[in-house]
């Protein structure tokens, strides 16, 4: 069985390169979040205000 004793380097070379691919994924959403924040303030103010209620009213 020779395909059984390759599937472990690359399981862990597909994991590391997913871990790769999700780090970057997050950095472009976290991006493109800033910019979408940028060109739309009111609406980027209006989720802060949501969310600061939401903070408000979470019971610990």
């Known amino acids: ?3 059984a ?3 472990m380097p690359d399981a862990q070379e597909s994991d590391a390169a997913r871990r790769r691919r999700r780090a970057q994924f ?3 959403l976290h991006e ?3 910019l979408r924040d940028r060109v739309q303030p ?3 103010r209006a989720a802060r ?3 600061q209620m939401r903070m408000r009213t979470f019971r610990w």
């Open 1 to 3: 069985m020779p395909e």
């Open 5 to 7: 004793r390759d599937s």
């Open 26 to 28: 997050l950095r472009e």
């Open 32 to 34: 493109a979040k800033q």
């Open 42 to 44: 009111r609406r980027a």
């Open 49 to 51: 205000m949501r969310q």
